[in-house]
Nanobody
Framework: QVQLVESGGGLVQAGGSLRLSCAAS????????MAWWRQGSGKQRELVAG???????NYADSVKGRFTISRDNAKNLATLQMNSLKPEDTDVYYC?????????WGQGTQVTVPS
């Protein structure tokens, strides 16, 4: 089993920054991909940013240039640096990890950017 612990959500004014962290623990041989998704009330979950074991990244168009995903393979840790936050970034953010052919999800952390 793999457990994910997310941290770093909160309330920030438009234009501000937040950093989300996701720490994976448990029976882990190697992590293929780590990613952040987000989902608002009544909306589909969407991929925000992902990073593969070799460091290749991809981002949703809406966050390119503002968000940066990184990972520490030794610590099984993924970080999402979010800058220039906008009210439309308000959502619950979920960490997801793919390992040994399975995907694991965190519990989610709320990010709120008031308009």
């Amino acid at each position: 089993q793999v457990q994910l612990v997310e941290s770093g959500g909160g309330l920030v004014q438009a234009g501000g920054s937040l950093r989300l962290s996701c720490a994976a623990s448990g029976t882990i041989r190697s992590i293929n991909a780590m990613a952040w998704w987000r989902q608002g009330s009544g909306k589909q979950r969407e991929l925000v940013a992902g990073i593969l074991a070799g460091g290749r990244t991809n981002y949703a168009d809406s966050v390119k240039g503002r968000f940066t995903i990184s990972r520490d393979n030794a610590k099984n840790l993924a970080t999402l640096q979010m800058n220039s936050l906008k009210p439309e970034d308000t959502d619950v953010y979920y960490c997801a990890v793919t390992t040994s052919g399975r995907i694991y999800w965190g519990q989610g952390t709320q990010v709120t950017v008031p308009s």
